[in-house]
DNA sequence: GTGTCACTTCAAGCCGACTTGAGGTCAACC
DNA sequence: GGTTGACCTCAAGTCGGCTTGAAGTGACAC
């Protein structure tokens, strides 16, 4: 009664079922029996997909999530683990936001070609000396109105 | 002279010889021609591979990276692909911003279970409810001192 | 009782961005 | 002139996170 057939997970989760078999064995997620062949789940493992889909989106590799969950299934997540997550996500947002303003100004700037835009050529030049390289940053100012 | 060979691209650059191959081959660079069966590149590579780091860091792939230039090699950056690119910068960084704060709190919680701290039951609630699915974001306010 | 249809398993395939390995070439040094 | 070592090519492998395809099963409708 409570169960819900993989469809209905699916349904609710947005998940297709083949990732939920997919997240099944790897052990991310549980069945809780079968009706026949098919999986049943407990409605708790809705929950429990959206913390996985929030570690992922965290930047958690599916096998460091399946660490996060103790054996009785309880969440078990490792206060330093967060705190260092938090801090690369730090890092992340900085780089990102270096960059997303630099675009914006490379987008506006007035200059013929991207090459002869000064910020432009200060943000290639933060990425030819290594400050940029994909993953890491691009150290520049802010945005501002003109060249 | 003013020619340099793969392993100086390398040595400056940071990438590896085998990456500089495959850029090459897929048309992101070009060697200046050969010293016996090795590549000389001109030293304009390196600008050229600064941008290429800067657009992956900015999240295009290197296919779109290649669409960038033109064929006289020249960046020929479509400033309307920029601004889409910033407002998808913006967006995550936005996700990011907000996961961050919640992984600080709930490392910083004292409630004993994760699950028993209202503001990481939030968090789970907010990513069950589809706010939240890789890549999608988690909408919480700001982290606070207490629960 | 037979058709349908959603499920099942298992193996293989896919994507992007490279890396690795085997086997070959070439310039320079001794 | 032989060894070394850095380069070369080309094919195949890697990684994570799934998806796809073929072939099978079982519950329910008619």
Same mark, same amino acid.
Not at 52 to 75: H, K
């Given at each position: $009664?409570?169960?819900?057939?993989?469809?209905? !997970?699916?349904?609710?989760?947005?998940?297709?079922?083949?990732?939920?078999?997919?997240?099944?064995? &790897?052990?991310?997620? =549980?069945?809780?029996? #079968?009706?026949?062949?098919?999986?049943?789940?407990?409605?708790? !493992? %809705?929950?429990?997909?959206?913390?996985? /889909?929030?570690?992922?989106?965290?930047?958690?590799?599916?096998?460091?999530? !399946?660490? $996060?969950?103790?054996?009785?299934?309880?969440?078990?997540?490792?206060?330093? $683990?967060?705190? /260092? &997550?938090? =801090?690369? %996500?730090?890092?992340?947002?900085?780089?990102?936001? !270096?960059?997303?303003?630099?675009?914006?100004? /490379?987008?506006?700037?007035?200059? @013929?070609?991207?090459?002869?835009? +000064?910020?432009?050529? #200060?943000?290639?030049?933060?990425?030819?000396?290594?400050?940029?390289? +994909?993953?890491?940053? /691009? @150290?520049?100012? &802010?945005?501002?109105?003109?060249?």
């Amino acid at each position: $009664m409570t169960n819900l057939d993989i469809a209905e !997970v699916a349904r609710r989760s947005g998940l297709p079922a083949s990732t939920l078999r997919y997240y099944e064995e &790897k052990g991310l997620i =549980a069945s809780s029996g #079968r009706a026949g062949l098919r999986r049943q789940f407990d409605p708790g !493992v %809705l929950q429990r997909l959206a913390l996985i /889909a929030l570690g992922r989106t965290a930047g958690f590799s599916l096998d460091e999530i !399946v660490l $996060m969950f103790g054996p009785d299934g309880q969440p078990r997540i490792d206060r330093t $683990m967060l705190t /260092a &997550k938090a =801090a690369e %996500l730090d890092t992340t947002i900085g780089r990102l936001t !270096v960059l997303r303003d630099s675009l914006r100004h /490379a987008a506006a700037c007035p200059a @013929p070609s991207h090459l002869e835009c +000064p910020t432009f050529r #200060r943000l290639i030049r933060a990425a030819e000396s290594g400050t940029v390289d +994909p993953p890491p940053p /691009a @150290p520049l100012r &802010k945005h501002r109105q003109n060249c």
